[in-house]
């Protein structure tokens, strides 16, 4: 059974900078499509950018677009999501979720890049507070 845990939320000025980490333990990871997941208070959950297995294709939604970037490695079981200027909306719990469907890659649903509800397993989730 997979299991995601996520690291390197925190506290930041707008316009700087923050890296998440998702670690995978358990078997699974390397054919799960992986997407970071933002849930702002008060908000739905919002796919924010997502991976195929293989690591070969990406979406982003457009409000990120440019400024962070996915990656991932599965000879460690590992994934990330760079943030650069990042803004106060961006204040977010960010989650690391993995598609259950082995090498299944849905990108974007009825226009939606990484759709929440796409994503079965998800990880506790990290802080990220943006604000002067």
């Known amino acids: 059974q997979l299991q995601l845990a996520e690291s390197g939320g925190g506290l930041v000025q707008p316009g700087r900078s923050l890296n998440l980490s998702c670690v995978g333990s358990?078997?699974?990871?390397?054919?799960?499509?992986i997407g970071w997941i933002r849930q702002a208070p008060g908000r739905e959950p919002e796919g924010v950018a997502c991976?195929?297995?293989?690591?070969?294709?990406?979406d982003y939604t457009d409000s990120v677009k440019g400024r962070f970037t996915v990656s991932r490695n599965n000879a460690e079981n590992m994934a990330y999501l760079q943030m650069i200027d990042l803004k106060s909306e961006d204040t977010a719990v960010y989650y690391c979720?993995?598609?259950?469907?082995?090498?299944?890659?849905?990108?974007?649903?009825?226009?939606?890049?990484?759709?929440?509800?796409?994503?079965?397993?998800w990880g506790r989730g990290t802080q990220a507070t943006v604000s002067s």
């Open positions: 979720a993995a598609d259950q469907v082995p090498m299944r890659w849905v990108g974007r649903q009825y226009g939606r890049p990484c759709p929440a509800s796409v994503f079965g397993l």
């Open positions: 991976i195929s297995p293989n690591g070969l294709s990406t």
């Open positions: 358990g078997s699974g990871f390397y054919y799960s499509t």
